[in-house]
């Protein structure tokens, strides 16, 4: 068989077992990105098997417990009744598979340097089991290269032909966990292949669970436009955060000069400022690219002032509170402040760089009596020391100094908190519109 011959019979096969929706799935890594993903292609008609390295998680997947806002457990319960979704922690079971797709953690070390070792980890098992024809898919935010210098070496050395007998790609996930509105399969998806064949292989796979798929020339490409994303996020927060700044010492509300500009139907997209970033994208991920062009001999400036402004939040929201106790005649230091919110975002439990946590510990370390208020962060640990959650309730408002929001989760009563407590220091704007006497709300 010609060498041309054999590159099409791969492709073509793969390809059809795609479009007959007959293609063995295997996602790595079934947290907030792999789950749904699994979710979405099982629901299209996929087989699909999610790995992931957490016994308790995997566990709990298969009993039916979703473990993301954007899963109902009956829901995950009927796909696995028929036989379309399954989890394990086995490796093993890629040899079953035609195509994985890897959404494994990409955090900073403490250096704030790329930590790769879960991708590299997870990559590593799937090419100890290279086998001919099948489709590799790396989802997981990453610098530019990561593809094609990182994850392309460690199949080549046990035989893969990219584009021949292997195909690899990179296709970032751009989900926003607990979005009503966008879901997994509402969001268009990018694709870069390291070849040609790659990238069509790819596109045809998500074109059964996205409304739309942008081929774009390589996986550097594609890695690129993930992290412009969100460094567009992150400097545009920067700027409102800085903004909010301003406006204090100018006296006004900067979310009315926000929401004024907002009505230019072109050129203004709002973003509102807030007690810092967290999650596991928006701080994170522009450090990605910072590293990479560091290495190039290039140190981007945007990145690295809206990183700045961004972390300098937290030290700001706690100044605005003690300065907001010291106009009621009270210190911080044993003031009774009641935290509401330590998720990083509303209506999701994820506290990775949740700038709450930083929050709570320095106000702790100033003496004050720290309680907190989250329906989806049951405990916590700052410094050591475990937090449990308090129900808000009028009795808990009524006992505190100041309830502090942090996040703008949608059950919290912010008429009730703004009625009752004595001082409301609010960061998201949640109290905005409800009347209070001068100084009893103080907004970012
Ligand atoms: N969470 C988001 O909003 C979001 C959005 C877009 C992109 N991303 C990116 O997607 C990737 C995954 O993020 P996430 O939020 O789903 O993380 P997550 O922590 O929710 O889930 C990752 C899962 O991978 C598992 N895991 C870790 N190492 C593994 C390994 N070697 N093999 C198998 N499983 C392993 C973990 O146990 C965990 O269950 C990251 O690169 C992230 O930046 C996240």
């Not at 751009?174 to 997994?184: A, H, K, L, Q």
Request: charged content about 25%; glycine content about 6%; some cysteine.
């Amino acid at each position: 068989m010609s060498e041309h011959q054999n590159i099409r019979d791969q492709a073509k096969s793969l390809g059809e077992l795609i479009a007959a929706r007959q293609a063995r799935l295997a996602i790595i890594g079934q947290g907030y990105v792999g789950l749904p993903l699994a979710v979405e292609f099982a629901r299209a008609g996929f087989s699909v098997m999610g790995i992931d390295t957490d016994l308790d998680r995997v566990t709990a997947l298969n009993l039916g417990r979703s473990c993301t806002p954007d899963l109902k457990d009956d829901d995950l319960i009927a796909l696995i009744r028929d036989h379309r979704y399954e989890a394990t922690t086995d490796f093993a079971a890629l040899e079953d598979s035609d195509v994985v797709i890897i959404c494994v953690p990409t955090p900073l070390r403490k250096s704030k340097d790329p930590d790769i070792s879960y991708v590299v980890s997870a990559a590593s098992e799937v090419a100890a089991r290279f086998q001919a024809g099948r489709l590799v898919i790396l989802e997981s935010t990453t610098y530019p290269e990561t593809t094609e210098d990182l994850l392309l070496p460690m199949f080549q050395a046990r035989g893969a032909r990219a584009g021949d007998n292997f195909f690899l790609a990179f296709s970032p996930e751009r989900i926003d966990p607990g979005n009503p509105t966008f879901r997994v399969g509402d969001i268009p998806k990018i694709v870069g292949g390291v070849t040609p064949e790659c990238t069509r292989l790819a596109a045809a796979l998500y074109h059964h669970v996205v409304p739309r798929v942008r081929e774009v020339s390589s996986p550097k490409v594609a890695e690129l436009a993930k992290l412009y994303e969100n460094v567009f996020r992150n400097v545009n927060i920067a700027l409102a955060n800085e903004f909010a700044l301003m406006c204090r010492r100018l006296d006004v509300s900067a979310k009315e000069v926000i929401d004024a500009a907002a009505t230019k139907p072109f050129g203004f997209m709002p973003f509102y400022p807030g007690p810092g970033i967290g999650g596991h994208c928006i701080p994170v991920d522009p450090l990605y690219l910072s590293w990479k062009l560091r290495i190039n001999g290039y140190e981007p400036r945007f990145i690295a002032l809206a990183d700045e402004i961004n972390r300098s939040m937290p030290d700001h929201v706690v100044d605005l509170t003690i300065e907001a106790l010291n106009h009621r005649r009270r210190c911080l230091n044993g003031a009774n402040v009641l935290v509401m919110g330590i998720a990083y975002k509303r209506g999701v439990g994820d506290t990775r760089e949740s700038p709450a946590l930083e929050i709570v510990k320095q106000l702790r370390d100033r003496g004050a009596e720290v309680t907190y208020a989250d329906p989806h962060v049951p405990s916590i640990i700052v410094d050591g020391v475990a937090l449990k959650a308090v129900e808000l309730t009028d009795e808990t408002l009524a006992a505190t100094d100041c309830a502090l929001i942090l996040t703008d989760h949608a059950e919290f009563d912010y008429r009730r908190t703004a009625e009752i407590a004595p001082l409301v220091v609010d960061t998201r704007n949640a109290t905005w519109g409800l009347a209070a006497p001068k100084g009893r709300i103080v907004r970012l």
